[in-house]
């Protein structure tokens, strides 16, 4: 449970302020990634990164933007989101980006964007 | 390109009954096929997965899927339902010759279990 933790865990923003999203794993993973959950839709993979390089942009809006300042931390920086962009994140890792490697998810950040 | 259908949005099952959660997928080589389960205010948690061998696969908490080539499936399974296995239950496929491509996961199919 407390393997990937996410920070907050629930935030309310304006149209026009920034905010980041934080995630931290402590399971010695080198791959991490940010996925957006919306009600009734599949699970969108939004950024991949994999020994801190990302490896996919899932032509995400630049009003997302990710950091990955080692393997252990990823953050999601939001500037000017719009009100669609209102959705659960999800954080996840994985031992490596490999096609077998099972993701391990954090309980997510519940974003309203007013 | 890959896709998997999870054809219910939600189940309900009578608790001590046996539960059934479908799925269906596409890929152009063979499947790795996964199972997660989210749970109210959680994000979701790895249950299963098939790779190779065995099309009856064992998992947390007592779920088993069985991976079917010729219709294309890989149905979550529990023989007795508890009321605390209701949540959300996604299936995910990725195409053994896709390379690094990231999964690709169902809609999803809420489970209800009633007392």
């Known amino acids: 449970e407390t393997g990937v933790t996410q920070t907050p865990r629930h935030l309310v923003m304006g149209m026009t302020n920034k905010k980041s999203l934080k995630c931290e794993q402590h399971?010695?993973?080198?791959?991490m990634y940010w996925y957006k959950q919306s009600a009734k839709k599949p699970l969108e993979l939004m950024f991949v990164y994999n020994f801190k390089e990302q490896t996919e942009n899932n032509s995400v809006p630049s009003r997302f933007s990710p950091e990955c300042p080692n393997s252990s931390h990823l953050f999601l920086h939001l500037h000017t989101l719009q009100p669609e962009d209102s959705a659960l994140y999800l954080c996840?890792?994985?031992?490596?980006?490999?096609?077998?490697?099972?993701?391990?998810f954090g309980p997510g950040t519940r974003l309203t964007v007013t | 390109a890959q896709s998997v259908a999870q054809p219910e949005d939600q189940v309900n099952v009578a608790e001590g009954n046996p539960l059934t959660v479908k799925c269906t997928y596409s890929v152009s080589g063979n499947p790795y096929l996964f199972w997660y389960v989210q749970y109210p205010n959680r994000g979701l948690q790895f249950l299963l997965k098939?790779?190779?061998?065995?099309?009856l696969v064992k998992g947390s908490y007592g779920f088993e899927a069985e991976f079917n080539k010729s219709q294309t499936s890989f149905h979550l399974k529990k023989p007795s339902a508890l009321v605390s296995d209701s949540a959300l239950y996604f299936c995910a496929v990725r195409d053994i010759r896709s390379g690094n491509t990231p999964l690709v996961f169902g809609k999803g199919t809420r489970l209800s279990v009633i007392a």
């Open positions: 399971l010695g993973h080198n791959a």
């Open positions: 098939y790779i190779t061998g065995d099309n």
């Open positions: 996840a890792s994985s031992q490596d980006t490999g096609q077998v490697a099972e993701q391990y």
